[in-house]
């Protein structure tokens, strides 16, 4: 029974020294992804129509070296991001014939989840991805601890000095990154919505989206439940470089003040964690 427990505990502990490098190159699985959205990997896969594409083409066409690529492509086909659809025995740095060979026969499809990270995909999380990895996102998380001892403020408004939606405003190619990844998020939200409850926008005639973003939410909806005269509201400077689309109005605004009226309103949470951390979800909750 003792040797038992021993043996048990020796085996935690050793599982315990392998677990714990996960912690510590935790960032890594965020930034390579990072890494494949802006080299564009996801998006040239999917032009090809299914076909596989070899490593050196995809070198030639993003314009990096095969032997970085190889390193980057076989940590995400790991992940099951991109599939490597032949066996190879690797692409060194050296530039030998042999490694020239190995180069030009491996290849790689795209996968679900690959497919997830393409810019322009109908289901896309690439700007969520984007977003959640910028600097100005991830360097609040670094301070939590700070927050959790303290009982301070949202970390974001710690380290920025200002709320996400502050912050935003006086950085439009901030407030961009938010508009697109929330965009992301509306898509697919009001899709499954209008597939698994249509029924809920019978017999409504104007809806009022709150805090609806670049309007991605109202111009899906609309397209089907044309009926409905769609108002999107959300703060000003959101509002005044939104969508345009056929029976959308924008209105700028607070909805802390006041809401525009409509036969209903809608408001929807992002799950994306950074709204937690700004502290938005209380907030919207209160509301
Ligand atoms: C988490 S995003 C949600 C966007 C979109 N509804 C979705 O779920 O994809 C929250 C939205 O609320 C807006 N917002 C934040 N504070 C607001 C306020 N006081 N009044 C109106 N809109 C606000 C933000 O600009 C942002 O577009």
């Avoid at 989840?113 to 289901?123: I, M, P, Q, T, Y």
């Avoid at 949470?269 to 509301?287: I, W």
């Amino acid at each position: 029974m003792m040797e038992e427990k021993i043996k048990k505990e020796a085996e935690e502990e050793a599982q315990a020294q392998v677990d714990i490098w996960k912690y510590v190159f935790g960032f890594t699985e965020m930034a390579v992804v990072k890494c494949a959205i802006e080299l564009g990997i996801p998006d040239f896969l999917e032009g090809q129509d299914g076909q596989a594409m070899t490593l050196d083409g995809l070198s030639a066409a993003l314009g990096c070296s095969p032997s970085s690529l190889y390193r980057i492509m076989r940590f995400l086909t790991n992940r099951g991001i991109f599939r490597q659809v032949n066996q190879a025995l690797g692409c060194s740095s050296q530039n030998s014939t042999s490694n020239a060979i190995a180069c030009s026969s491996i290849t790689y499809v795209q996968t679900p989840l690959s497919r997830l990270l393409a810019r322009n995909g109908e289901k896309s999380m690439a700007a969520i991805v984007l977003l959640e990895s910028s600097p100005v996102m991830l360097s609040p998380w670094l301070g939590l601890g700070r927050r959790v001892l303290a009982n301070s403020p949202p970390p974001f408004d710690t380290y920025h000095g200002q709320d996400l939606w502050s912050y935003a405003q006086n950085n439009p190619a901030h407030s961009k990154l938010i508009n697109d990844a929330m965009a992301c998020d509306a898509r697919v939200a009001v899709s499954a919505m209008i597939n698994g409850c249509p029924q809920v926008f019978e017999g409504i005639s104007s809806l009022v989206d709150v805090g609806g973003g670049d309007g991605t939410a109202l111009h899906t909806l609309l397209k089907a439940c044309p009926w409905i005269r769609g108002i999107n509201f959300d703060l000003p400077h959101v509002v005044s470089v939104a969508l345009r689309s056929d029976g959308v109005e924008h209105v700028g605004g607070d909805m802390f003040h006041s809401v525009p009226n409509a036969d209903a309103a809608f408001i929807m949470v992002s799950t994306v964690s950074g709204c937690c951390m700004t502290g938005e979800m209380t907030s919207v909750s209160a509301y």
